[in-house]
C-alpha cells in the first residue's frame, strides 16, 4: 500500500504516520503488543473520524481501534491493516450535576485529574493509564465494582461513528438496543468518539494492603473469600498469589481491601487477621487517583497470556481452595482474585450486554514469556485452567489474551452473542470492526 494523500483521505486533519515516518515503531506497539501496520490514523475530531473510517472501509484492509492500547488479546493493532488511534480525542468536560463528557482516546489518569476537583468520581479499573473506551465497552471492574458496579453502569450516553461514517447519538431512548449491545460488547459496532456518564461524590477512600506469606495460602485465601461474601459494599477488594515476578510460588500473597468512604476496615483485618499473621499491613486514606497505579509497557520480543473467569457463589468456597492448591505449585502465573458481588449483581443480566452479574468472584492469570517460550507457556496456562475450568465460567473479555477459542467464546452466553450478532448486522454488516470478542454478522440466508 503506498501512502495515502491527503485527498484521498478526504482532508483529513490530524496525523498520517506510515512505515517509514520516523515515529512508527513507537505508534505502531500497544503497551501489551506489537504488530506491523501499514497506516496509522490520529483524527483530532469527530469529523476526522467519520473521514478516518470512510477511508478505511473503502481501502479493503483489516482495522484496529485503539484507545488507551491495553489490550493483551492486540486488538488495538494489527499487521498490515490500519489503526485508527483516539489519542487525539481525550478531553474531559465536567458538565451540568454529576454529568461528565469523556473524549473516545481519553486514559483514565486524565478523567481523574478532571474530577478531583469537583470531588467525583466514576468507577474504573485500577490501572491510570488504561484507556476509557475499552475498559468501558467491555465491563469495568476495579476499586468500587461493589458499591457503584461496573464502569458501563455509570454510562448514559455515547457519540459513535458508524460502519458508513455516520455519527449517532445513542443511549436509553435514541437507539437504545445499540446502548444496551455497546455497554459489554466492545467496540464491534463503531467508534465511540466520546463517553457520557454519570458520576459519583467522593473524596476521601480507606485502604488496606497486606501481605501473607506464600505458605498460608491455604489458610488466607478461603477467610477472605467467606469475608467479602457478606461484607458491606462499600468494600472491594482483590488478591494476588503467586506472583511470578516478586517469587513466583514464594511471592507474598498481596490482599488489597478498599472502602469507598473514609470508614474504618477493622472487621475485614480481623477476618483475615484470625487466619494467619501479615507479614506487613499499611493503612490509610486517600484520594481515589492513589489508588490508581501506573499501567507498564511489556518489554519487547515478550507476549502475554492471560485468562479469566468468573465463580459463582455455590463454587466459591472450592474454587478458593483450589486456588491456594495452584499457587503453591509449579506453575507460571500471576493469579489475581476480584471479589463482585454488592452493586454489581444488582443490575438484571439482560441489562447490558455485559451478562456474568451472578458472579461472587473473578479469577485471572497472568504471565509473559519470549516468543520462543510462548507455545511452552500456554501449555502450562491450560493444566492450571483444567482444574479452574469445572468451577468457573464465562470470561471476561479485559482480560483475555485472545489465543483460546473456548475462553473467547465464553465471554458471552448464547442468548447474548444471538442478540449482538443480529446487531452487527444492522450497523456493521461487512464487519469493518472485526478485531473484537464480539461475534461476526449473521451468514446470508
Not at 498490515?80 to 488511534?85: A, N, P, S
Not at 511489556?298 to 507476549?303: A, C, I, K, S, V
Not at 468472584?361 to 502450562?380: K, N
Request: charged share 20%; glycine share 10%; with cysteine.
Amino acid at each position: 500500500m503506498t501512502a495515502p494523500t491527503r485527498e484521498e483521505l478526504e482532508s483529513f486533519t490530524g496525523e498520517i504516520i506510515t512505515p517509514g515516518s520516523p515515529d512508527y515503531r513507537k505508534a505502531a506497539r500497544t503497551a501489551l503488543a506489537f504488530a506491523e501496520p501499514a497506516l496509522i490514523l490520529r483524527p483530532v475530531d469527530v469529523e476526522d473520524v467519520q473521514r478516518a473510517v470512510r477511508f478505511a472501509a473503502a481501502s479493503d484492509l483489516p482495522v484496529a481501534v485503539r484507545g488507551g492500547g491495553h489490550s493483551a488479546a492486540g486488538l488495538s493493532t494489527v499487521d498490515g491493516g490500519i489503526v485508527i488511534d483516539l489519542a487525539g480525542l481525550g478531553t474531559v468536560d465536567v458538565l451540568d450535576g454529576r454529568r461528565v463528557r469523556v473524549g473516545g482516546g481519553a486514559v483514565w489518569r486524565q478523567v481523574v485529574d478532571a474530577l478531583t476537583p469537583h470531588a467525583l468520581v466514576i468507577s474504573s479499573g485500577d490501572t491510570a493509564d488504561v484507556g476509557v473506551g475499552g475498559l468501558t465497552l467491555s465491563g469495568g471492574i476495579g476499586w468500587l465494582v461493589r458499591r457503584h458496579g461496573l464502569t458501563l453502569d455509570h454510562l448514559r450516553a455515547v457519540e459513535l461513528v458508524t460502519a458508513d461514517g455516520a455519527v449517532l447519538r445513542v443511549d436509553e431512548d435514541e437507539h437504545a438496543e445499540l446502548f444496551w449491545a455497546l455497554r459489554g460488547g466492545g467496540g464491534a459496532f463503531g467508534i465511540v468518539t466520546a463517553f457520557e456518564f454519570e458520576a459519583q461524590p467522593a473524596r476521601l477512600f480507606t485502604r488496606a494492603s497486606l501481605t501473607f506469606a506464600a505458605d498460608q495460602a491455604a489458610r488466607v485465601v478461603p477467610a477472605w473469600t467467606r469475608y467479602m461474601r457478606t461484607a458491606p459494599q462499600e468494600i472491594s477488594s482483590t488478591m494476588v498469589l503467586s506472583n511470578p515476578f516478586a517469587g513466583g510460588v514464594d511471592a507474598p500473597i498481596e490482599l488489597t481491601f478498599v472502602r469507598c468512604d473514609a470508614g474504618a476496615l477493622d472487621d475485614a483485618l480481623a477476618a483475615v487477621g484470625a487466619s494467619a499473621a501479615p507479614l506487613t499491613q499499611d493503612v490509610g486514606q486517600l484520594p481515589y487517583a492513589e489508588l490508581l497505579h501506573d499501567g507498564n509497557e511489556l518489554p519487547e520480543g515478550l507476549r502475554v497470556a492471560l485468562r479469566s473467569g468468573f465463580v459463582a457463589s455455590d463454587s466459591a468456597d472450592a474454587a478458593a481452595e483450589a486456588v491456594a492448591r495452584i499457587a503453591a505449585s509449579d506453575q507460571p502465573a500471576s493469579i489475581v482474585l476480584h471479589s463482585l458481588g454488592g452493586a454489581y449483581g444488582e443490575v438484571s443480566a439482560e441489562a447490558t450486554a455485559f451478562a456474568h452479574r451472578g458472579a461472587e468472584l473473578m479469577v485471572s492469570t497472568f504471565a509473559a514469556a519470549p516468543d520462543a517460550a510462548y507455545e511452552g507457556l500456554r501449555a502450562r496456562m491450560d493444566g492450571v485452567w483444567q482444574v479452574l475450568q469445572p468451577l468457573t465460567h464465562g470470561a471476561y473479555a479485559n482480560s483475555l489474551d485472545g489465543t483460546s477459542a473456548d475462553a473467547v467464546a465464553s465471554v458471552y452466553p448464547e442468548s447474548t452473542r444471538r442478540r449482538l450478532a443480529a446487531l452487527k448486522d444492522a450497523y456493521d454488516p461487512s464487519d469493518l470492526f472485526s478485531r473484537t470478542f464480539a461475534p461476526s454478522p449473521m451468514p446470508a440466508r
